[in-house]
């Protein structure tokens, strides 16, 4: 069998990609409460909002102050979604750790929700790393490449295309970049070819998948990425988020389920599932009325599972 | 990437596992509808009821009936449960295609649930091989080890007792083994360790997998299976049956997002995909009040997803 990476980080975008896609506005407190919870459970990587106008996603407003707080934090990671110059402008305001900027491979998505070509995505992160080299901040620059495995509006979206646009965002200045399945159309044997591919392009600059479970096989691909050498993935605590064309689906792959499986599998995430899975009750209080999604919430620990990080 | 194989079986395990465990009792002609429709839809092997005292079980009460129906369908495998030589005794009354006899690697689940030991399961595959030998039918008989990668009530199950029993089942006059994740203990690194020793020792004897979804890994836990050649998997339409231990909790893989993962992955099943959805559909109607899982039945299949099977 595929020997699998000693460790693996899991990057929490529950508070960005989940937040954004529920009605109810979580209060600053909270999130920041959420935030404290998540780093005493173990966790180093959290994408604490976005830097989009306020009108646009009121859930997020405060993506500044929480930003604030988790930076106050130790050994934490925090990242912001920017969708432009302006959004990065903020963050390198505020010291984010890390801004990433989304790219659609797919031409007809891109211009139905940025309004904007994948090409012209990729100047903007040209302008955001003369941003960022200007202001002599260290925030790092990564590159998203979503729809990377097809499109609800346009359909496939091709291996080529999603490859030479990840490559385009590293040669405009991006630090790192990561491929996202945004619908949930990839499978596993998708995940392997695609990330085996852009981890010989890319090496160690490519840094992350981040799978929604819309069709129940974002754990399936997380395994695959991980028997290609891919070892950090978004995910988002109780699997909230959705997607919008499919009513009631789950939003990505559920932490304390992903987390679950890679310590099963002998990959260290250094995370506490006890603590994790308290949180998780929490979240799920706080969002009452919205649904939450995963199974370990409701099956507990294997009473046979090693509840200590190695 | 590990080559995947080019076709896999999937045999349906709903009208027995999944309505063994759910309060309803789906009438019979309910039950020969969902049969025939299966049938339309590709599926091959049908697992149509069990072999068990109708007071324990009334929900499989009408299996000699469902099975002669099954039986009328050109191509289709129909198997039952069979908890010892009486049921097995009415399985070749029948002329069951397969008869199942489950086995739990667990001593302490073995006792609660069987009242008998690991070993004394096996003298009964011999006494159940000597009645299908003299009975001259051709019934095949599979020997299936449960808790085979753990157990609520007594956690940890030896990888070398669970070969030892499934060597000592084929021993006793199996034609042939499965294992199984009885609990949702098993995660795909333990799945891929067991099933490749369990192939090397059982060779094309070893037939199946089967892994309820407890804790969301039943999917990843197939693709692991699958890496090292298993080609035969258990599950259940819209992934009900559930775990006593778990309330809510799924219970085998969900037969429609398997069969999805499997086609999207080029692994064919024969399983036309928009008609399995249809059945899943009504079978979700017919068992109103009941939980039912999966993930496919929400989003529907991909844009870009070739309906016809290959």
Same mark, same amino acid.
């Given at each position: 069998?595929?020997?699998?990476?000693?460790?693996?980080?899991?990057?929490?975008?529950?508070?960005?990609?989940?937040?954004?896609?529920?009605?109810?506005?979580? *209060?600053?407190?909270?999130?920041?409460?959420?935030?404290?919870?998540?780093? #005493?459970?173990?966790?180093?990587?959290?994408?604490?909002?976005?830097?989009?106008?306020?009108?646009?996603?009121?859930?997020?407003?405060?993506?500044?102050?929480?930003? #604030?707080?988790?930076?106050?934090? *130790?050994?934490?990671?925090?990242?912001?979604?920017?969708?432009?110059?302006?959004?990065?402008?903020?963050?390198?305001?505020? %010291?984010?750790?890390?801004?990433?900027?989304?790219?659609?491979?797919?031409?007809?998505?891109?211009?139905?929700?940025?309004?904007?070509?994948?090409?012209?995505?990729?100047?903007?992160?040209?302008?955001?790393? #003369?941003?960022?080299?200007? @202001?002599?901040?260290?925030?790092?620059?990564?590159?998203?490449?979503?729809?990377?495995?097809?499109?609800?509006?346009?359909?496939?979206?091709?291996?080529?295309?999603?490859?030479?646009?990840?490559?385009?965002?590293? %040669?405009?200045?991006?630090?790192?970049?990561?491929?996202?399945?945004?619908?949930?159309?990839?499978?596993?044997?998708?995940?392997?070819?695609?990330?085996?591919?852009?981890?010989?392009?890319?090496?160690?600059?490519?840094?992350?998948?981040?799978?929604?479970?819309?069709?129940?096989?974002?754990?399936?691909?997380?395994?695959?990425?991980?028997?290609?050498?891919?070892?950090?993935?978004?995910?988002?605590?109780?699997?909230?988020?959705?997607?919008?064309?499919?009513?009631?689906?789950?939003?990505?792959?559920?932490?304390?389920?992903? #987390?679950?499986?890679?310590?099963?599998?002998?990959?260290?995430?250094?995370? %506490?599932?006890?603590?994790?899975?308290?949180?998780?009750?929490?979240?799920?209080?706080?969002?009452?009325?919205?649904?939450?999604?995963?199974?370990?919430?409701?099956?507990?620990?294997? @009473?046979?599972?090693?509840?200590?990080?190695?």
């Amino acid at each position: 069998m595929t020997p699998l990476p000693p460790q693996a980080q899991i990057r929490e975008v529950g508070l960005r990609d989940g937040l954004q896609s529920i009605p109810t506005v979580l *209060p600053t407190a909270r999130k920041c409460e959420w935030i404290a919870a998540a780093h #005493a459970a173990g966790q180093r990587e959290i994408e604490v909002g976005s830097f989009v106008p306020a009108r646009l996603l009121p859930q997020l407003a405060d993506t500044a102050e929480v930003l #604030a707080y988790a930076k106050t934090l *130790p050994g934490l990671v925090s990242s912001v979604l920017v969708p432009n110059l302006k959004g990065a402008e903020r963050a390198l305001e505020c %010291d984010a750790d890390l801004m990433l900027l989304p790219l659609s491979a797919s031409h007809a998505h891109s211009l139905a929700n940025l309004r904007k070509t994948p090409d012209e995505v990729v100047a903007e992160m040209g302008r955001m790393r #003369a941003a960022r080299d200007a @202001s002599g901040k260290k925030t790092l620059i990564e590159g998203g490449v979503g729809t990377a495995f097809g499109c609800t509006l346009q359909g496939e979206v091709k291996v080529a295309e999603v490859l030479r646009l990840m490559m385009a965002l590293l %040669d405009a200045g991006a630090d790192r970049v990561s491929l996202a399945d945004t619908v949930g159309y990839a499978h596993p044997r998708a995940v392997a070819e695609l990330f085996e591919q852009a981890m010989k392009l890319a090496g160690d600059r490519f840094c992350c998948g981040h799978f929604h479970d819309t069709r129940g096989l974002a754990l399936a691909n997380v395994y695959a990425a991980l028997q290609v050498g891919v070892t950090r993935f978004d995910a988002s605590l109780a699997g909230i988020g959705g997607c919008p064309h499919a009513p009631g689906a789950s939003g990505n792959a559920a932490t304390e389920d992903l #987390a679950f499986m890679l310590a099963a599998c002998g990959v260290n995430t250094g995370i %506490d599932l006890t603590a994790l899975l308290a949180l998780r009750a929490n979240v799920a209080a706080w969002l009452q009325g919205e649904p939450t999604h995963g199974a370990l919430w409701r099956a507990g620990l294997p @009473s046979t599972f090693q509840r200590t990080p190695a």
